[in-house]
T-cell receptor
Framework: NAGVMQNPRHLVRRRGQEARLRCSPM?????VYWYRQLPEEGLKFMVY????????ESGMPKERFSAEFPKEGPSILRIQQVVRGDSAAYFC????????????FGQGTRLTVV | AQSVSQHNHHVILSEAASLELGCNYS??????LFWYVQYPGQHLQLLLK??????LVKGIKGFEAEFIKSKFSFNLRKPSVQWSDTAEYFC????????????FGSGTRLSIRP
């Protein structure tokens, strides 16, 4: 059973381009979380999704950021018109559900905006 | 809204010293509690978790944590640290409800002097 897979591991984008980050949850997991980690800061919650539904996006910036978790395929975090301040490590986690279950993390995608 | 506080931003210890990292959460209902560790350049890994039962939880690599409900605390301890414990440690909480996200503390960086 492969763990949570994120790709790419490293992504370089110029200001104004789009960044697409992908996350394939562990087999059997239907819940996905996205977190952003900035240098010297902790993990900031961005969005919580179940298949085809956004459950909680209270941590997502109102503009330029969007996330989806389609019925088939990976979860996608999309950042449009990237700016230097978007440079960070983006981690995805998956779990079987709520209650007595833990979340497993992917290796993260390090986004650098130049 | 629930939150997690980690009191120490950076802790520096010598090898063989004892460790205690503080974690407090704010939520009056039932919670599940976690400690994750992030070694340099790596993703988050679960150290230990508390769902119910014995409030003293044993984790991997000699770590343990104690859930004290009256104090809303879940402090991480290790009797004797090693240089390889150098990492960032994150406390996390998830409320026991149908649509909860995992909330992380800001993290504590642990540096061990050889």
């Amino acid at each position: 059973n492969a763990g949570v897979m994120q790709n790419p591991r490293h992504l370089v984008r110029r200001r104004g381009q789009e960044a697409r980050l992908r996350c394939s949850p562990m087999k059997g997991h239907s819940h996905v979380y996205w977190y952003r980690q900035l240098p010297e800061e902790g993990l900031k919650f961005m969005v919580y999704l179940q298949k085809e539904n956004i459950i909680d996006e209270s941590g997502m910036p109102k503009e330029r950021f969007s996330a989806e978790f389609p019925k088939e395929g990976p979860s996608i975090l999309r950042i449009q018109q990237v700016v230097r301040g978007d440079s960070a490590a983006y981690f995805c986690a998956s779990s079987q559900g709520t209650g007595d279950t833990e979340a497993f993390f992917g290796q993260g995608t390090r986004l650098t905006v130049v | 809204a629930q939150s997690v506080s980690q009191h120490n931003h950076h802790v520096i210890l010598s090898e063989a010293a004892s460790l205690e990292l503080g974690c407090n959460y704010s939520y009056g209902g039932t919670v599940n509690l976690f400690w994750y560790v992030q070694y340099p350049g790596q993703h988050l890994q679960l150290l230990l978790k508390y769902f119910s039962g014995d409030p003293l939880v044993k984790g991997i690599k000699g770590f343990e944590a104690e859930f004290i409900k009256s104090k809303f605390s879940f402090n991480l301890r290790k009797p004797s640290v090693q240089w390889s414990d150098t990492a960032e440690y994150f406390c996390a909480v998830i409320t026991y409800s149908s649509a909860s996200k995992i909330i992380f503390g800001s993290g504590t960086r642990l540096s061990i002097r050889p």
